[in-house]
């Protein structure tokens, strides 16, 4: 070993980690055959941690700070080595750094549908998908579990067993979220907060918290889609089920229209069963129009048929008034002769 050579490996005495990129959750300093300087300084940014590994063995934990190496800093390390008070020699040990910042935006979604139970329409399918973040909380149980001896580990070599967590306890979610299944889709907050709940021991198991969880979409099955248009179907007709058999024959008309426009009452058989079932719909409207319209109509003539009361009786003082009006009205010209002697004569007749 030349000069040069045994210098350099004497005198690692700065150990710290500058983040060059996101997506790193633990990196290795890179010691080779050099040795740490003893009294060297070791420097933990925020939204960091450092591990020293002797041997295979976890060591000292370090937080956020500057520190000095020592045996005073490094009491689990000097434990394992055997390091009397006296000791203030190089040493070798390997240092891990860790991030613990939040990994953000990271992508949870079903490839395929699930399969869940729920208490109105028994086992359903759905496609959900969101996104999620979570930090490194433990990074000791983080290195023993997950990251071993690699140089550098990234947030993409956990996606899939994270994502994995992620859809094993949507079922779990969804039973103890209590929110009726056609419910989901509009009670997305409730959906999330009860994944993350589900979710978040699994991942403290291996050294992780789980911060957030959203849920961006969830799509329902054809049927029940379906079945949730009716649904607000009747929301917007005040849950009037005349109402509602009203709209839905006038949605049908046009589909019915143009399946005889094409050739036929929607294709043999099973048009033609449609086509009554329609038209049994669009009858029961149409006779409900009908009855509708007739007591309406016998309202009307109900009314009618009820004698008007009769105009009280004029007194022989009230008649001599209005002749007078009539005859200053006939003095200025407004009425004619033949005018003034008729209403004078009906005048006369109520006396």
Same mark, same amino acid.
């Given at each position: 070993?030349?000069?040069?050579?045994?210098?350099?490996?004497?005198?690692?005495?700065?150990?710290? &980690?500058? +983040?060059?990129?996101?997506?790193?959750?633990?990196?290795?300093?890179?010691?080779?055959?050099n040795e740490i300087q003893y009294g060297g300084s070791l420097?933990?940014?925020?939204?960091?941690?450092?591990?020293?590994?002797? +041997?295979? !063995?976890?060591? *000292?934990?370090?937080? #956020?700070?500057?520190?000095?190496?020592?045996?005073?800093?490094?009491?689990?390390?000097?434990?394992?080595?055997? &390091? *009397?008070?006296? %000791?203030?020699?190089?040493?070798?040990?390997?240092?891990?750094?860790?991030? @613990?910042?939040?990994?953000?935006?990271?992508?949870?979604?079903?490839?395929?549908?699930?399969?869940?139970?729920? !208490?109105?329409?028994?086992?359903?399918?759905?496609?959900?998908?969101?996104?999620?973040?979570?930090?490194?909380?433990? #990074?000791?149980? %983080?290195?023993?579990?997950?990251?071993?001896?690699? *140089?550098?580990? @990234?947030?993409?070599?956990?996606?899939?067993?994270?994502?994995?967590?992620?859809?094993?306890?949507?079922?779990?979610?969804?039973? @103890?979220?209590?929110?009726?299944?056609?419910?989901?889709?509009?009670?997305?907050?409730?959906?999330?907060?009860?994944? !993350?709940?589900? @979710?978040?021991?699994? %991942? +403290?198991?291996?050294?992780?918290?789980?911060?957030?969880?959203?849920?961006?979409?969830?799509?329902?099955?054809?049927?029940?889609?379906?079945?949730?248009?009716?649904?607000?179907?009747?929301?917007?007709?005040?849950?009037?089920?005349?109402?509602?058999?009203?709209?839905?024959?006038?949605?049908?008309?046009?589909?019915?229209?143009?399946?005889?426009?094409?050739?036929?009452?929607?294709?043999?058989?099973?048009?033609?069963?449609?086509?009554?079932?329609?038209?049994?719909?669009?009858?029961?409207?149409?006779?409900?129009?009908?009855?509708?319209?007739?007591?309406?109509?016998?309202?009307?003539?109900?009314?009618?048929?009820? #004698?008007?009361?009769?105009?009280?009786?004029?007194?022989?003082?009230?008649?001599?008034?209005?002749?007078?009006?009539?005859? *200053?009205?006939?003095?200025?010209?407004?009425?004619?002769?033949?005018?003034?002697?008729?209403?004078?004569?009906?005048?006369?007749?109520?006396?």
């Amino acid at each position: 070993m030349g000069l040069m050579d045994f210098i350099k490996k004497q005198f690692i005495d700065i150990l710290e &980690w500058t +983040e060059s990129g996101d997506g790193v959750l633990a990196w290795r300093y890179p010691m080779a055959d050099n040795e740490i300087q003893y009294g060297g300084s070791l420097t933990v940014r925020e939204s960091q941690m450092a591990v020293f590994v002797n +041997e295979g !063995k976890v060591a *000292d934990v370090f937080g #956020p700070g500057m520190y000095k190496l020592t045996t005073q800093t490094l009491p689990v390390l000097t434990y394992l080595k055997n &390091w *009397d008070k006296l %000791f203030a020699s190089p040493f070798k040990s390997d240092v891990y750094f860790f991030s @613990t910042r939040q990994q953000i935006d990271q992508r949870w979604g079903t490839s395929q549908p699930v399969t869940i139970r729920d !208490k109105d329409f028994g086992a359903v399918r759905l496609r959900a998908f969101g996104n999620f973040a979570y930090r490194i909380s433990d #990074p000791k149980l %983080f290195h023993t579990e997950i990251t071993g001896t690699r *140089d550098r580990y @990234t947030t993409e070599d956990l996606d899939g067993q994270l994502r994995g967590m992620m859809l094993q306890h949507i079922s779990d979610a969804v039973a @103890t979220s209590g929110v009726p299944f056609l419910d989901l889709a509009s009670n997305q907050i409730e959906f999330a907060q009860q994944l !993350k709940a589900a @979710t978040a021991p699994s %991942f +403290e198991a291996i050294g992780l918290k789980l911060e957030s969880v959203t849920v961006q979409n969830v799509s329902l099955p054809e049927e029940l889609q379906k079945i949730l248009d009716q649904k607000i179907g009747m929301g917007m007709v005040g849950n009037d089920m005349a109402k509602f058999m009203q709209y839905q024959t006038g949605q049908a008309i046009p589909v019915m229209a143009q399946g005889v426009g094409q050739g036929g009452g929607g294709g043999g058989l099973a048009g033609d069963a449609m086509g009554l079932g329609a038209g049994m719909a669009m009858g029961q409207v149409l006779a409900q129009q009908m009855g509708s319209a007739m007591a309406q109509a016998n309202a009307a003539s109900a009314a009618a048929a009820v #004698p008007a009361p009769a105009a009280p009786a004029m007194t022989a003082d009230q008649v001599m008034a209005t002749l007078e009006k009539l005859g *200053d009205l006939k003095a200025k010209g407004i009425l004619t002769e033949a005018e003034f002697a008729a209403k004078k004569a009906d005048l006369l007749a109520k006396l």
